[in-house]
Every structure is written in C-alpha cells, then in structure tokens.
C-alpha cells in the first residue's frame, strides 16, 4: 500500500452506506471512486481504471449481475469484484461468484471483515489466482510445489481430495470459493450438486488440521455458498 | 273472525311491493269495444302525465280504434322468423330495458310465437308487473280456462288459447265491456268488427244472438263473481263474519277423460262456495299405461292451474281411502264422476263409486257429475305386452294338477279334486297377472270337466248337480286368481313406493350428514342418480353469468336451454322442458334457493327422448327442498369458517404491530441514545465508555438486523412461501454459523459447546435451521443470569438429530411449557417478557415444522433454567465414494 494506492470503485445507491465507505477507505490510504447507479458506476470505471469495484447487487437502474457482465466485458485486465449482498440470498451471491466476482459481503457488515476482504483481494493485483509457490495462514502452511501441508512444521498426511480441497482453497487464500467450483474442479463437471462429498472431506480436513467444527479457525463454511480458507487473524 | 283472517284480508289489499298493477278489460265477444275502453282509458291516463306505451295493440283495421290510437307513444315489436313466415310480438326485453310506468297489452290469452320467451302473452305480463311496470290489457271470458267447458258446450268451439284462473283472480281491478247482443250483431254486419275470410263460416256461428247472450251471461257471471270475492274481502277486513271458509272440497279423479271435466267442475263449485279444494287420485295399484297416466298428469296439472291441490294416494279400496282422507282433510264435499266402466259396476257388486261413497261417507256431501260420453274418445284398449312365459306356466300348471289329480282320484273325493287345481290357479295367480290366472280358471275348468266330472273323458255333465259344482269351481277360480293378482300387483306398487320414499329417506338423511358443500353435492348426486332414465346435472353461475358444471352429466347446451336456465335463474322459478317457459330445450331447470337468492341449478334432462312427467317434476321439487336448505347450511358454515379466519388474521396482524412498533423502537432507542451523546458531548467523555458507547450501538443494530430477519421469515412462513432449498449440511457447521452470529450476546456468559466428532449429515435448508438456532439460543441467553453457563448439544441416534440448547435462566414452567411458541402469547406478553422478540419461539417452531421436525422444553443445567431441543429427521446418509 505504500507505492501508488489503489483506487477502489464503490458502486451503490446508498448515499449514507458510500459515506462510510469512502471515510474508512480512504482512512486505509485507498483513493476512492463513487457511482450511485449502474450507468455511473460503468461511466466512472470507463474513466477511472480502478483496480477494485466494490458493488451493491441491489441497483435501482440496473442488475447487478449485469453490471458485472459490463464490467468483465469490456475490461482488458479484469478487474476486480466484490459484491455487497443481502443476507438469506444465497443463489445470488453464487450467481455472482459465477458470473465473475471475486468475493462477497454480507450486508449490513462489520467493517473490519469488509477492509479484509478488500486487502485480499488487492493482494492479487492483475493475477486472480495465487501466484506463489506457497501460502500460510498462521500455523497451517501449504506448499504446492512439493504438495505438502503441514501444521506448526510437522507435516500432515492427506488424500488425494483432502489435499485438493485444502489447496483449492488455499489459491483463493482469504476469499470464498464456491462449493459447485470445489466439486467441478476436482470431482468432475457432473458432481456439481454432490455437497455430501465435499462435506466429508472437509469434515475430514478439519479433524486432520485439529481444527473445532463448531468454531474453526483454518476452514470456515460459507452456508450456502462455499468455503473460504482464513487468512492469519 | 279471527284475527288471523282478518289480517291475511288486510294483507292481501297492501299493494304487493314493487309490483304492478293488472287491469282486466273484459269482454263477453270480439267486437264489443274492449280495446277501445282501453286506448280510452290509456288516453285520459296520457292526459294526466302517465308515461304510458303501447306494448302491443290490435286494432283489426277498425277506424274508430285507430283514431283512438294516436298520439300515444309505441313500444315496436320485434320480428320473429318461424318456418319462413315473419310474425311479430311483444318486444318484452326492449319493454323492460327501459321501463314506461304503464303497459298496454290486448289479447292477454294470445299464444306468441314458437321463439318467444314465453310461451302465452300471460306470462310476458306476469314479468312486466314482477318489473313494478302497471299494465292494461284485455281478455275475452271464452278465454279462461275454467269456463272453457262451458263456452265449448255453447258455442260448439273449443277454445285453445286459455289463461290460467288465477290470472284474472290475481288482476287489481277488472272492467265489464258490455254490449247487447243485437248491438254487436249490427256492428259486425256493418262491417265494423273484422272477420278473417277464411274463419267466415265459423265465425257466423258463433255469432248467433243466442250464443253472444250465453257468452254476456257468462261474462256478467265472471265479474260479478270477482265482485262479490271482493266484497267478502272488504268484510273479512272490517272484522265482519263473511262467508267464512269452511270445510273442503274433494275430487276424486281417475286416469281417463272425464277427469279434466272433473276438475274444472270442481274449480267452479269451490269457488261459489268459497271451499279450499283438492284434487285426489287414488293408486289402487293397477297397471300404469301411458294413456292413463298422461289423462292423469293432464287433470293434475290443470288443478294446480286453476289453484288446486293435487294429492295422490294409494289404497286397496278408492272409496275407503277417500272418506278416510276426506275425514282427515275436514272436507266437506266429495266430487266424483259417475263410473263409465261396467267391469267395475260388476265387480263391485253392481255399487258404484258413488253408492259406496253415500253409504261409508257419513255427514259428507257427496256430488256426483255425469259427463256426457260424446266428447271422449274411447278408452283405448290396455295394450299390455302379453308374456307368454306366464300362459305357458299356467298351461303347466293346469297339466300338472290334472296328473296330481288323477293321481289321487281314487283316494279323494270328487269336491276335493277340485281344491288341487284351484291350487294350480292361486299358485299361478300369484306368480303372474291376471289374465294368465284367468286363463289357468278356465284350463282347470275345461279339465275338470273333462277329467273327473262323470262322464269323464267328455265335455257333457250327466247330473244337474254337477253344472252347479263346474260354475261354483270356475267362480272360484275366477275370484281367487282375481285377488292373487291383485295382490301381487299391490305388493309391487307398495314396493315401488317404498323404494320411492326410502329414497327420499336417504337423501334427506345424507344431507343432514353433509357438513359441506362437496359433501352435500355428493349426496344428491349419488341419490338422484338413481334414477336411471334422465340426466342430473347441477349447475352454478358466476357473477358474470358465467355457467359452471359443479356435478353431475356435463353436455353441451343449446342457446334455447341456456336462456331457460338464465331466467329460472334470474326468476328463482323451473323453466325449460314442460314448463310455460321456453319449453322448447331438452332440459328441465329447477334453481335450488336460499335466502338470498338461488344457490344451484337443478337441471334434469330425459334420455332418449322422452318426457318428463309432471309427477316427477313434482318429486324433484319437493327433493329441492331439503337440497336448497342442505346447500345453505354448507354456505353458511363456509361464510362462518372464513370469519373465524379472517378474525384470527386480524388478532396476528394486530399482535404484530404491537410487537414491530415495541421490538423495533427499543433498539433504536438506544443507538440514537448513545450517538447523540456522543455528538453532544463528545471529548466530555472519557474514551472508554466513548467506546462502549459506540460498542452498545453496533450491538443493538445488530439485534434490530436479527429481528428484521425473524419479521421477514414470519411473513414467508405466513403466506406459505417457504420454499426449501434443501442441501447437505454438517450440523456442526450450523452450530459454528449461529455461534459466530451471536457472539457480542454470548460473550458475557460461558458457552459450552459439546459436539461428537462424528455426526451424520442433515439434508435441511441450512440458512433456516441456522436461523431457528439463533433465536433459541438468544432466548436463552436473554434469561441467562450474568456469567451464567449456556450449553449447546448436538446429539444424534438411528432416525433423529437434535440440537439441545441448555441455559441457567428462570426456566418455564411446565404448564408454559406448549405455549411458549405460540405467536399470540409471546406477542401478548410483550414488555414482560424481556428485551421483546416473542416472534423468535414461534418463527423456530416453523422452522422445524417445515422440515418435519419439532421443538421441545426440558429442564435446563443443575436443575435449573430450561432446555429446548430442536429435533430433525434424519434422511438416509448418501452414498459415499471410496476413500483414495
């Protein structure tokens, strides 16, 4: 964040929910853009080149799902998406996720967990994937070159799936990946409904990593949604 | 005079609301000048500023009429084409759409045209003075029914186009136009009466003086008789003893020709004699043939014409049974006709009908009217299908009680031989109908004869003694066979009326059963259904006269049949086939009426072409009774279930802003609170509690979030809008979720969490199971003392897992226990209870029903506070793939 700051879109109807945005973005060292409907969001991304768009799925003019197929569309490098969503709407949020987002938040959130998701996913900057050849979050270190997992050091035996999972989740270290993602990517294009099997393995995952089901610390369930793994608190 | 009378005296004078008034020109003959009293009378009513029209007029070419005419506004007829002729009519819907306060009307027994509404002028009438519309119109006295007989008898014509009595009885006022014979035989050889061509020769006969005398004495007779009825009316009502009503009138009528003679008598002496009358058919049991029947059917429905009542018994004797319902009915009079059939007179012991009548029938007045025989056609020949099966049987029969007999002619007697073959007769008698039995008598006479009387083997009789015993053997045979026959065929018609009212029975039974309106329908369905040979459909209509089949036969309906059910509909009276009313369909519509108006459409259509008698018609109006009554009772009991419902809606709906504007308020309360403080006081504070300030506010706002979401689940919950998104969920996770959301609420206290490792997986909408969770556990940590332990379980067996929520708070006690979850507590309790949200329990029981689990309340930790389990059924785990 101390080379050039990023410049950050915010796209929502909201006057009161831009206020607070802008105020806690730019206290973070970020230069903030603001669009209050669709069409201006577009227009002021057209113009401004942001490196993030923080998008209100709730647009009066627009659908937001449209207004990320604008964005992707016309944009060389593709920029990067977070989506602001209501609660209890889970299909949209996938539909989202699928149609090119990179992340989502849930309204009305706390602004810590909104600055996280944020500096996740500057993190990447022009690569959607993680390009290093390793990720750590805390204790847990996952090498995928050598493809070992280990806790505080010592290594950790997992399946073929286990190992999968984890990894898949650790290339979109501190951002949601979808469960239909998880199981088409390493199950197969037709096992995209098959959550039975993604539960096991990540129930196994989490016995192995001795992480508490009820309170996880590695892996935390996206109900509905998918997994994310979480980054170092 | 009681009050009772006088009052329906008063009753009848109130002027029937919103109907019209009839006024009746009555003339003695055509030409008297009923038509121009009328236009006269139409002419001074224009002068006073009636608005008056012309319905219909006819003038006949007259000049004087014409003339009298003019200058009163006029209704145009409408056109109807039938069989390439053009004829036009009253246009009675371009009448009643715009309705003028007064109708002119001639010829009110005119007969319209096939196409018409209504198939006589009088009915069209009847609907304009329904409409309040006055009408003036004018009748001829050779027109009314009952004096059609009479008018038959004077002037050799028998008039077909006849109105109902009780027409002209029911008319306001009526005006005598009177015209000396003489007089008008000059006006018709003036040329001033018209006289189609072709009717010449007729016309001229009945235009002889003395006939247009008799016809102005039958007029006189009519009015003075309507006078001399309103004159009693004026007494009765003046409390004034007239001629009051007395005793009854009984006709007994049989199914031949002289019943409809019968009949008008019988109108005509009631009404003279001021007596209510009946009209009585007693069913002995013979054979019912058609001929009978519609002779039958056709005197019945003339006595309901004329304001009778038509009674229908059934008896072995007719005498008996008349005197006995004479007795029971307290008539006073018996009319009968005067037996015509001599097998009657000869087996009644040479008695008449009347003679038996005179001796059992004491302190009755017995009257006896002798028709005369020139008019009827003769009774035709009772065409029975002859079986032949039956003669057969009585041929065996005789053959073998002969052998029987012969057989045992040595032992026995010669009487005694006699007693087997008459045997023979009963057994085929009872077996068969008469004339089988009949022809076993004469069998078994003729073998008789020529087996065992002397000289056997021949037909001649040597002793005298012996004709005596042949004749006394045939008398018996003929008598015994006679009764078995009858007896059976009274069996079988007693049968049949058992049938027929164990029926009635039946549906009157069901429909005391029927508590709702698919119940009631059923029932009629299945018991008018029984009868095989017509069709039962019943139909309703929508507000915009759409028709619906609610049971029963669905078929295609003419426009004809659909306009009859539209007005019996609109009219809440049968139409259709046999009635007055567009009786030209194939259906006969009965409306089935509760207070408000009719409720369905009875519809009954014959198969295969026949008609539909009138006794049936009569059957299934007295069926619509208790049906209409059945089908009320059920609207009824819906209204009231939709008013208990609609009463409960409310009670939620109110309970529910209560709860809103409590539960949203509070926390708002608060954070307005602590920000402006803040913003007032701002550095005054000292950091800490600056920030716990700030801290409460995000926590209440995230209480007011919980319970927007609890608000919304409610309203999807209410309108059954709640759909399952079903996936594979691990319990543990839903634990994590809930725990997670809940944390500023549950920091305070010491959370326990027990959770095997192993767990099987829900198949459950995990965003609603998460949410059921939150609000248990944050009722449970409201009611938590500070620092209190809160404990979350999860166990699970074979068919269910539970989610055991445990707390240290007050608990609830047992008898609370049920009603805890119950919107309208909670929300009733209100401030009582806590920091609000009493929709949470109730929102978490929905939850679970949805996905067929439960809630229940146990003890809590140590004994104290309380426990609440959320149980969820287990579905069959998937299949897993094998491990790698």
């Known amino acids: 964040m101390s080379q050039n700051p990023a410049t950050i879109l915010v796209i929502d109807d909201e006057a009161q929910i831009r206020k607070f945005l802008r105020i806690s973005l730019t206290a973070q060292g970020y230069k903030v853009l603001e669009g209050a409907t669709g069409q201006e969001g577009l227009a002021q991304a057209a113009l401004g080149k942001p490196d993030l768009v923080v998008l209100d799925l709730g ?8 207004v990320l197929r604008e964005l992707r569309a016309w944009s060389q490098v593709p920029v990067l998406v977070l989506v602001l969503s209501v609660r209890a709407s889970e299909g949209e949020k996938v539909l989202a996720l699928d149609g090119g987002a990179n992340d989502y938040v849930t309204k009305p959130f706390g602004i810590q967990e909104f600055l996280a998701r944020v500096r996740v996913l500057l993190r990447l900057a022009g690569g959607v994937e993680q390009a290093s050849a390793a990720v750590s979050s805390g204790p847990l270190q996952v090498d995928f070159a050598y493809r070992r997992v280990s806790l505080d050091g010592v290594e950790v035996s997992l399946t073929r799936k286990e190992y999968a999972v984890l990894a898949q989740l650790a290339r979109h270290i501190g951002r949601v990946v979808t469960q239909q993602q998880l199981l088409k990517d390493i199950w197969g294009p037709t096992h995209g409904e098959d959550s039975h099997y993604l539960r096991v393995v990540v129930g196994h995952l989490r016995q192995k990593l001795g992480d508490d089901p ?10 509905g949604v998918g997994y994310r793994l979480r980054e170092a608190l | 005079m009681s009050d009772a009378v006088r009052a329906d ?14 006024k009746v020109f009555l003339g003695a003959a055509p030409g008297v000048g009923k038509t121009y009293a009328m236009l ?3 002419q001074a009513q224009l002068r006073q500023g009636v608005d008056l029209r012309v319905g219909v007029v006819e003038t006949h070419g007259r000049a004087e009429t014409e003339a009298m005419l003019t200058g009163l506004p006029q209704q145009p007829q409408q056109r109807l084409e039938y069989r390439g002729v053009a004829l036009s009519e009253m246009d009675l819907d371009g009448i009643l759409a715009k309705p003028p306060k007064l109708l002119l009307v001639d010829e009110l027994a005119h007969s319209n045209a096939p196409g018409s509404r209504h198939s006589k002028r009088w009915q069209d009438v009847q609907e304009l003075l329904d409409a309040g519309i006055d009408v003036y119109t004018t009748v001829n006295v050779q027109h009314l029914e009952a004096l059609n007989d009479q008018v038959r008898d004077i002037t050799g014509v028998q008039v077909r186009e006849t109105l109902p009595d009780w027409v002209l009885q029911e008319a306001d006022e009526i005006l005598l136009i009177d015209l000396p014979p003489r007089e008008l035989l000059e006006r018709l050889r003036e040329g001033k009466v018209y006289v189609p061509e072709q009717a010449r020769a007729a016309i001229d006969a009945f235009f002889s003086q003395t006939n247009l005398t008799a016809l102005r004495e039958l007029a006189m007779q009519t009015a003075a008789a309507r006078v001399d009825a309103d004159l009693s009316r004026r007494y009765r009502q003046q409390g004034q003893q007239a001629p009051a009503l007395r005793g009854r009138l009984l006709v007994g009528i049989d199914g031949d020709a002289q019943a409809e003679r019968l009949v008008r008598h019988a109108c005509r002496v009631a009404e003279r004699r001021h007596l209510p009358w009946s009209v009585v058919y007693v069913d002995t049991g013979g054979e019912r043939d058609e001929t009978r029947l519609s002779y039958l059917q056709g005197a019945q429905q003339l006595a309901e014409r004329l304001g009778g009542e038509v009674v229908s018994l059934r008896g072995s004797e007719v005498s008996k049974t008349l005197i006995e319902h004479a007795r029971e009915r307290r008539a006073s009079l018996i009319l009968v006709g005067r037996s015509r059939q001599r097998l009657r007179r000869i087996w009644h012991l040479g008695r008449g009908l009347a003679e038996r009548l005179l001796q059992l029938g004491q302190g009755l007045e017995i009257s006896v009217l002798d028709t005369e025989a020139s008019h009827t056609p003769a009774l035709s020949r009772r065409r029975q299908p002859v079986v032949w099966r039956d003669y057969l049987l009585a041929l065996l029969a005789t053959l073998l009680a002969s052998a029987v007999a012969l057989g045992l002619s040595r032992v026995l007697e010669l009487p005694n031989i006699s007693l087997i073959l008459l045997a023979a007769v009963l057994v085929v008698a009872v077996r068969s109908s008469l004339g089988p039995a009949m022809a076993c008598a004469g069998l078994s006479f003729l073998a008789y004869n020529f087996l065992f009387i002397p000289p056997t083997l021949t037909l001649t009789i040597d002793r005298q003694q012996d004709v005596l015993t042949l004749l006394f053997f045939l008398l018996m045979a003929g008598l015994t066979g006679n009764l078995a026959s009858r007896q059976r065929r009274q069996l079988q018609a007693l049968r049949e009326t058992q049938r027929e009212t164990s029926a009635l029975l039946e549906l009157s039974r069901k429909l005391t059963a029927a508590t709702d309106r698919q119940a009631v329908l059923a029932a009629a369905m299945q018991q008018l259904g029984l009868w095989q040979d017509v069709e039962v459909s019943l139909l309703s209509r929508s507000p915009d006269a759409l028709w619906k089949v609610e049971a029963g036969a669905q078929r295609l309906l003419t426009d004809l049949e659909r306009a009859a059910a ?29 207070e408000e108006g009719p409720l369905l459409l009875l519809g009954i259509s014959p198969k295969d072409g026949r008609s539909l008698p009138a006794e049936r018609r009569r059957l299934l109006t007295a069926l619509g009774q208790p049906l209409a009554q059945a089908l009320e009772r059920a609207q009824l009991a819906e209204d009231l279930e939709a008013a208990r419902l609609h009463g409960q809606t409310e009670e939620l709906r109110s309970a ?3 709860s809103v504007s409590h539960d949203l308020r509070t926390p708002l309360t608060a954070m307005r609170g602590s920000i402006d403080s803040l913003l007032a006081l ?26 927007i979401q609890n608000l919304l689940d409610m309203t999807r919950l209410g309108h059954g809008g709640l759909k399952l998104a079903r996936d594979w969920v691990a319990p543990a996770d839903i634990v994590a979720s809930a725990t997670q959301r809940l944390r500023p609420v549950l920091s305070p206290l010491q959370l326990e969490i027990q959770v095997p490792q192993q767990l099987p997986l829900l198949y459950v909408h995990a965003a609603l199971i998460e949410q059921a969770l939150v609000n248990v556990l944050e009722n449970a940590a409201r009611f938590s003392p500070p620092q209190g332990r809160l404990r979350v379980a999860i166990e699970a067996d074979a068919e269910e897992l539970r989610f055991i929520v445990s707390d240290q708070g007050p608990g609830i006690p047992e008898h609370e226990r049920t009603k805890i979850f119950d919107m309208f507590y909670t929300a009733a309790r209100g401030d009582r209870g806590g920091q609000g949200t009493g929709l949470g329990l109730a929102i978490c029981q929905g939850m679970l029903g949805a996905h067929g689990g439960r809630v229940t309340v146990g003890e809590g930790l140590d004994g104290l506070g309380a426990s609440l389990t959320l149980h969820l059924p287990l579905h069959a785990q998937p299949q897993m793939e094998e491990e790698q």
């Open chain 2, 40 to 42: 006269q009378a139409a």
């Open chain 2, 682 to 707: 701002g550095e005054q504070i000292p950091l800490a509690d600056r920030r716990e300030l700030l801290e409460g506010t995000r926590d209440e706002a995230e209480r007011l979030d919980r319970y």
């Open chain 2, 566 to 594: 539209d007005w019996s509909w609109q009219h809440d009276q049968p139409a259709g086939l046999g009635t007055g009313t567009l009786p030209d369909g194939r259906w006969w519509w009965l409306p089935l009426s509760g």
């Open chain 1, 214 to 223: 009820t309170a996880p610390r590695f892996i935390v369930t996206e109900a």
């Open chain 1, 59 to 66: 647009l009066p003019d627009m659908d937001g799902q449209q």
């Open chain 2, 656 to 658: 529910l802003l209560a």
């Open chain 2, 9 to 22: 005296a008063l009753l009848d004078e109130m002027p029937r609301e919103g109907r019209g008034r009839l």
